[in-house]
């Protein structure tokens, strides 16, 4: 079945600065790829996804990146904020599976004043 | 408008007893979802509802798991003779159309089995 690795699992940065979260996933047939965002206690919230058709994606300070042969996407997070402390989850879907989401283990990101 | 609600948010239960877990999706959401989510850990898939059919429970972890949504609106998530490893978040997710890729999820249902 689909798996979806994560790294790191914790990533502490400078307010400021940039932060990086990688993912792979095992199944070359998924073709949706979310990024939730989940504060302590609180429901995952989406904050930018990225189809397979499509290599990078930008809102704002937030960016995606895609590569299919490599199987892996990233999320960037520019201009770091305290409030972009969170834990950040990856996920991958397909059609085939009614979209369902296949979870990353958690990357928690602590930004430091 | 209203987002995905869920209750109670909070369920304490001693081992062995039944619970009811209830997800109200966004209105006219055809596309409903349920996960599991362990502390510290992503979310699992446990049953995706299209409308009032469930088109894959292959995510229940055992026949103690039984999920409904007889009017393709409201869903419950059933747990009879709960155990102290279903202790964990339930999260229901809800999407527009069947085949729409965005999930909108509720605030989770926080189950402790003692």
Same mark, same amino acid.
Not at chain 1, 94 to 109: D, E, F, S
């Given at each position: 079945?689909?798996?979806? +690795?994560?790294?790191?699992?914790?990533?502490?940065?400078?307010?400021?600065d940039?932060?990086?979260?990688?993912?792979?996933?095992?199944?070359?047939?998924?073709?949706?790829?979310?990024?939730?965002?989940?504060?302590?206690?609180?429901?995952?919230?989406?904050?930018?996804?990225?189809?397979?058709?499509?290599?990078?994606?930008?809102?704002?300070?937030?960016?995606?990146?895609?590569?299919?042969?490599?199987?892996?996407?990233?999320?960037?997070?520019?201009?770091?904020? =305290?409030?972009?402390?969170?834990?950040?989850?990856?996920?991958?879907s397909?059609?085939?599976?009614?979209?369902?989401?296949?979870?990353?283990?958690?990357?928690?990101?602590i930004?430091?004043? | 408008?209203?987002?995905?609600?869920?209750?109670?948010r909070?369920?304490?239960?001693?081992?062995?007893?039944?619970?009811?877990?209830?997800?109200?999706?966004?209105?006219?959401?055809?596309?409903?979802?349920?996960?599991?989510?362990?502390?510290?850990?992503?979310?699992?898939?446990?049953?995706y509802?299209?409308?009032?059919?469930?088109?894959?429970?292959s995510?229940?972890?055992?026949?103690r798991f039984?999920? +409904?949504?007889?009017?393709?609106?409201v869903s419950?998530?059933?747990?009879?003779?709960?155990?102290?490893?279903?202790?964990?978040?339930?999260?229901?997710a809800?999407?527009?159309?069947?085949?729409?890729?965005?999930q909108?999820?509720? =605030?989770?249902?926080?189950l402790?089995?003692?």
């Open positions: 079945g689909e798996n979806v +690795e994560q790294h790191p699992s914790t990533l502490s940065v400078q307010e400021g940039s932060a990086v979260i990688k993912c792979t996933y095992s199944d070359s047939a998924s073709n949706y790829f979310p990024w939730y965002k989940q504060e302590l206690g609180k429901r995952p919230q989406l904050i930018i996804d990225i189809r397979s058709n499509v290599g990078e994606k930008k809102d704002q300070r937030i960016a995606v990146t895609l590569n299919k042969t490599a199987k892996h996407f990233s999320l960037h997070i520019t201009e770091t904020q =305290p409030e972009d402390s969170a834990v950040y989850f990856c996920a991958a397909m059609v085939r599976a009614n979209y369902q989401l296949i979870w990353g283990a958690g990357t928690k990101l930004i430091k004043p | 408008g209203a987002g995905v609600s869920q209750s109670p909070y369920k304490v239960a001693k081992r062995g007893q039944d619970v009811a877990l209830r997800c109200d999706p966004i209105s006219g959401h055809v596309s409903l979802f349920w996960y599991q989510q362990a502390l510290g850990q992503g979310p699992e898939f446990l049953t509802f299209q409308n009032e059919a469930q088109l894959d429970k995510g229940l972890p055992s026949d039984f999920a +409904e949504r007889p009017e393709g609106s419950t998530l059933k747990i009879q003779r709960t155990q102290q490893e279903d202790s964990a978040v339930y999260l229901c809800s999407s527009l159309a069947s085949l729409s890729e965005t909108y999820f509720g =605030p989770g249902t926080r402790l089995v003692l």
